[in-house]
């Protein structure tokens, strides 16, 4: 039984205390999660249209409610051992509602796949003179989707080398800059580049970060307790993601440029370029890693089977690689975008369900001291569904509208929706607890 559930990653299981890793490990899965390139491109474009002091509210504001969110559903997770798409099932969405997740989950991972592996590809084309784009990407992608086959303490060794290897690349670029320049001179002069206004930079904070809070429970479910998340995250984010996107926002503002190649070349030299774009594997491979725990959940509940992890990572990957080719990269800003609303809707349903109404809790933590799964699971839940459409349309019109945050708005929109519709048919039912139809036919 512990040989099969560790082929599989726990994907369709809890992760049992004997599997549980030190918290310096996810740590560093988090922190390489959001100490990449992409927050540098995100904190370059901040700096580059943007005052240091406008850039750090945007930062925070874009980022500390995804954090409680993180909290939150990571501490679910570390208490009962299960993936995001898993925890679903018992946390509002019921069994074919994960099914709809993990599809969705899937196909938004394995695109910021493709994204990431254009920016790795590109890199390394330039740093490297040989070969062509198409061929690197082909060897970044097939390469990363290996690691990921190896599992998750093979992506925390490798974590755990290149995460110090990129913060010190970045950080000896910003003491470069220092040398010749105060840092208060870079707190207080302009934008070098066109003005960006502070709804777009909160919307693009939010929006760049929204998938990795959401897939936080994929590897805190391996942390012991909430207590641990809570370190994980805040580190995580005051390191990652506001300490990168300042120090990027110095270095747009001392070179004048939104380039990232182009800022790294210009302080710290090749090896720090080669340093950065080599960090990218960091998070791409948490991306393959959450889609391919979205997947099993989606196939699992769809059609009752378990397919094998291995296979279904290299399908994935290959996919992932493909679309690199073909330089999805061209299409971010849509897939940001779309991204940015389709999903903060779940986590506001999931965290509503398990710490309001705690509808699953006595059964979850009945069978978790048995390191089992519940015996039956809803099939459907009508009104989380319901409340996930109203909230991606809320969303949509936030965003074709300009108003606000557009995941945030539908984050916050589905969790106060979905509690009132929930409360509202307890009151109809007369009911301490509201069910819908179970089955026992959980995997």
Same mark, same amino acid.
């Given at each position: ?124 084309? +330039?740093? @490297? ?7 690197? =990407?082909?060897?970044?992608? /097939? *390469? %990363?989707?290996?690691? !990921? ?105 001392? +070179?004048? @440029? ?7 070349? =210009?302080?710290?030299?090749? /090896? *720090? %370029?080669?340093?950065? !774009? ?22 699992n509940a769809l059609f009752n089977v378990k397919i094998n992890r291995s296979t279904m990572l290299w399908i994935l990957g290959i996919v992932g690689t493909l679309l690199s080719v073909f330089n999805v990269i061209n ?92 409360s509202v048919m307890k009151s109809v039912k007369k009911v301490d607890v509201v069910k819908f139809e179970e089955t026992d036919q959980i995997l």
């Amino acid at each position: 039984m512990a040989s099969k559930a560790t082929d599989n990653d726990y994907s369709l299981s809890r992760v049992p205390e004997g599997a549980k890793q030190p918290l310096w490990q996810i740590l560093m899965i988090r922190i390489g999660a959001l100490c990449c390139v992409s927050q540098l491109v995100l904190g370059a474009t901040l700096g580059y249209g943007m005052s240091f002091w406008d850039a750090f509210w945007a930062t925070m504001l874009g980022s500390v409610l995804l954090q409680v969110i993180s909290w939150a559903l990571g501490t679910a997770a570390a208490r009962e051992g299960l993936s995001t798409s898993l925890l679903s099932r018992w946390a509002g969405l019921g069994k074919n509602g994960s099914a709809i997740l993990g599809g969705v989950a899937a196909i938004s991972m394995v695109g910021w796949f493709g994204v990431q592996n254009c920016v790795f590809a590109d890199g390394m084309t +330039t740093i @490297t003179g040989v070969l062509n784009y198409p061929i690197w =990407a082909i060897i970044t992608g /097939l *390469g %990363v989707t290996l690691l !990921v086959v190896a599992g998750i303490r093979w992506i925390a060794r490798f974590a755990t080398v290149f995460v110090p290897l990129f913060i010190g690349a970045v950080i000896v670029s910003a003491a470069i800059v220092l040398q010749d320049h105060s840092l208060m001179e870079f707190m207080t002069t302009p934008a070098p580049g066109p003005a960006l206004g502070f709804g777009a930079a909160t919307t693009m904070v939010a929006g760049g970060f929204i998938a990795g809070a959401i897939c936080t429970p994929d590897y805190a479910r391996y942390l012991k307790n909430g207590t641990q998340v809570f370190w994980m995250t805040l580190i995580g984010t005051f390191l990652g993601e506001l300490g990168m996107n300042l120090i990027a926002v110095v270095l747009a503002h001392a +070179t004048g @440029t939104a380039n990232v190649t182009d800022i790294m070349m =210009a302080t710290s030299g090749i /090896l *720090g %370029v080669i340093i950065v !774009v080599a960090s990218t594997v960091k998070l791409n491979d948490m991306n393959l890693y959450s889609s391919g725990l979205g997947l099993a959940t989606m196939i699992n509940a769809l059609f009752n089977v378990k397919i094998n992890r291995s296979t279904m990572l290299w399908i994935l990957g290959i996919v992932g690689t493909l679309l690199s080719v073909f330089n999805v990269i061209n299409y971010f800003t849509e897939f940001l975008t779309l991204l940015g609303v389709a999903l903060p809707p779940v986590a506001g349903i999931m965290v509503i369900d398990y710490y309001i109404l705690k509808r699953n809790r006595p059964v979850l933590e009945e069978t978790r001291a048995k390191g089992e799964l519940p015996a039956k699971v809803e099939k459907w839940n009508p009104i989380a569904i319901v409340t996930w459409v109203l909230a991606f349309c809320v969303g949509e019109a936030s965003s074709i509208m300009n108003f606000g945050i557009p995941g945030l708005n539908s984050l916050i929109f589905a969790g106060v929706v979905y509690w009132i519709l929930m409360s509202v048919m307890k009151s109809v039912k007369k009911v301490d607890v509201v069910k819908f139809e179970e089955t026992d036919q959980i995997l």
